[in-house]
Every structure is written in structure tokens, then in C-alpha cells.
């Protein structure tokens, strides 16, 4: 007779099947999922991010905003599947769960783009493409009318040309708003005039005379160029240091242009081109490190990353035994067929 648990040498291994009916889950990452839900979102935050960064935002910010807009589709369409889905398997479709992150994945995108692309367009790229629509001129003549070069963005000067510190104004209207003439020292004071101005903000005292003047590069001794003040809104502040200056230096300014005085403008335009370039690439590049830790992590969670173990919910193999004793085991699994052989000796 066979001791029990033993089966026939000769017979086929038995295989284990759970006895709960959901069986036994193995954790599967499907990298095809993985894929989409980054590639999707990253597609989304680019065609976002270009679109409201760079030339079309400056040269047409509607169909900048047309084109952003339309980087939502894809999202639309994920969210319709997603609709479908629940709709068609119920709330707990896998499907429809990874159909709804993929749908929060390209909104967050969206939106993540759009507000970085707009930050680093008012940052880095419309001061550039100001400037760049704005002519630049050599060999400037300080002395002479400013009316000449009323459409200049960058100015380099002739050599020797200073800005002037004993002539310098303040002007404290909740900051300080600074001004002094940029001179050309070869042209005799009386046939000047002063229509270039070195500005600058809370880089010098409301105080006269003037201590400590310091905007700018003013402290460069190879500093011989300008770059145009582009803001508006402090134009009038700097306008009225100008005339304060007009009347407590017998100086006459008729044209007055504001310039942030430095050594190479050419230089500073392109670091603002730069910065916005590093600026998307970094943040493109962070994007898709975190969207694949995002994918992947609920590539973890969806497939349970573990086997899952569920409890016997049966009635007991002795408890079964003592309700059902006239059941032949032997007989159900048919080990009649194989010869009696029992393998204890």
C-alpha cells in the first residue's frame, strides 16, 4: 500500500493550482506601457514648451497659444478611451486605470509646459528678440544728438568715452532710480550735448553729490558699449533724474537715451538666447527622468510587483474528511491505472 502523499514513480509530476479563484498573480512590467506613458506626457510638455518659448510666441502669440492648445489633443483622445473603458469593463478596468494616469500624465504636462514656456519666453527670449529688432551701431559719437540712433538697441562708442560719476543723479521714488551721462571727453563741455545716459536701479544714493555710483559696468575700464533700456516702466523715473540733472548741472539732454552700460552687448543678447535654450533643455530633460520614474512606478503598483497571496477560503482538508468519509481520493485522481507499487519499503 502506498503511504499517503506518495504516487507512482512512473506517473506525471502534479503541478500546484491555487485554491483561490483568482489563482496566484505573478508581477509582469510591461514596457510598452512604459513607453506611452512617457513618450505621451514628454510630447505634450514639449509642444507646449516650444511653442510658447521661442520666435512664434514673439512674432504671433496667438497661433503660439493655437499651436499649445492643440498639444492637448492627445490628451482629449486618452480621456475619451478612458471614458470608454470604465464604461465598458467597469470601475476596476486595468485599462481604464492606466488609460486615466495616462489622461492626468498629459494634463500636469501640459500645463507644466505652458507656464515654463512663458516664464523662460518673458526671462530669456523677448529681451533677445527685442533687441534683435533693433539696429546695433559702431564708432558712436557721445557728444553728438542721440536723435541719429533713436532706433538703436546696442551702442559701442568711441574710444575714451566715460560715463561722467560728478555728474551723476538720484531719484528715490520707492527705489532709487539712477542716471549719468555717458561722455565723449575729446568735445569741449559747451558743445556737448547729453542725450546718452548710463542707467541703473538702487546702484547709487539719493543723495547729492554722488558717493558710491555703481550701476552697471561702470567700474570696467574696458567698457565702451550700451544696451538699451527695454522696460517701460521705469522710462519716466529715469526721465525725471534726467531733468533733475538738466537743472542742477546746466546740462541739456533733448533726445535722452537710457543704456545699461557694459563692455560687450553683443555678448550679453547672446547669453539671453543661451539661457533660454539651457533652460528648455533642462527642463525637458527633468521632465522625462521624472515621467519614467512616474511610469515605471505605476507599471510597479498596477502589476503588483510581487506575487500576490490570497487566504484558503475552503472548508479544510480533516474537516472534509470527517463530513465526507466514504470519498476515494485514489479513485478521483486515477492512480488505479498505474501499478500498486508502494515506494516505502
Not at 479563484?21 to 506613458?37: E, V
Not at 495616462?102 to 507644466?112: G, Y
Not at 538702487?202 to 527695454?230: F, I, K, Y
Not at 472534509?320 to 468519509?325: D, G, I, R, S, T
Amino acid at each position: 500500500m502506498a503511504a499517503y502523499g506518495s504516487m507512482p514513480a512512473d506517473a506525471a509530476p502534479l503541478t500546484h493550482l491555487s485554491l483561490h479563484p483568482k489563482g496566484a498573480r505573478t508581477a509582469r512590467i510591461d514596457f510598452s506601457l512604459i513607453f506611452i506613458n512617457v513618450f505621451l506626457p514628454v510630447a505634450t510638455f514639449a509642444a507646449a514648451f516650444l511653442a510658447l518659448s521661442f520666435k512664434l510666441q514673439y512674432d504671433m502669440w496667438f497661433l503660439a497659444w493655437i499651436v499649445a492648445l492643440a498639444a492637448l489633443l492627445p490628451a482629449v483622445y486618452v480621456g475619451f478611451q478612458m471614458k470608454k473603458a470604465f464604461h465598458k469593463e467597469g470601475s476596476n478596468s486595468t485599462h481604464g486605470r492606466w488609460l486615466r494616469l495616462l489622461f492626468i500624465f498629459c494634463i500636469c504636462a501640459w500645463v507644466a509646459g505652458a507656464i515654463l514656456g512663458e516664464a523662460n519666453f518673458t526671462s530669456n527670449l523677448q529681451p533677445y528678440y527685442d533687441m534683435q529688432g533693433l539696429n546695433y551701431y559702431t564708432s558712436v559719437d557721445a557728444s553728438k544728438s542721440g536723435q541719429s540712433h533713436i532706433d538703436a538697441g546696442r551702442l559701442m562708442f568711441q574710444a575714451g568715452t566715460h560715463v561722467q560719476l560728478k555728474r551723476a543723479m538720484g531719484v528715490h521714488i520707492s527705489s532709487t532710480y539712477c542716471v549719468a551721462p555717458i561722455v565723449n571727453p575729446n568735445v569741449p563741455f559747451a558743445e556737448r550735448e547729453y542725450d546718452y545716459w548710463a542707467v541703473g536701479m538702487d546702484c547709487c544714493s539719493s543723495v547729492q553729490p554722488q558717493q558710491d555710483w555703481h550701476c552697471g559696468e561702470v567700474n570696467n575700464h574696458l567698457a565702451l558699449g550700451g544696451m538699451r533700456l527695454m522696460s517701460d516702466a521705469p522710462r519716466s523715473f529715469y526721465r525725471m533724474a534726467v531733468q533733475e540733472a538738466e537743472a542742477t548741472y546746466k546740462m541739456k539732454a533733448s533726445h535722452p537715451i537710457f543704456l545699461e552700460w557694459m563692455q560687450d552687448p553683443a555678448a550679453k543678447m547672446a547669453s539671453w538666447r543661451d539661457a533660454g535654450m539651457r533652460f528648455f533643455i533642462k527642463c525637458l530633460f527633468s521632465f522625462i527622468v521624472l515621467m519614467f520614474f512616474l511610469a515605471f512606478s505605476a507599471s510597479l503598483y498596477f502589476s503588483r510587483a510581487f506575487s500576490e497571496s490570497h487566504p484558503c477560503k475552503g472548508t479544510g482538508f480533516m474537516k472534509y474528511l470527517e463530513a465526507n468519509p466514504d470519498h476515494d481520493f485514489i479513485a478521483e485522481e486515477g492512480y488505479n491505472q498505474f501499478p500498486t507499487k508502494s515506494i516505502i519499503t
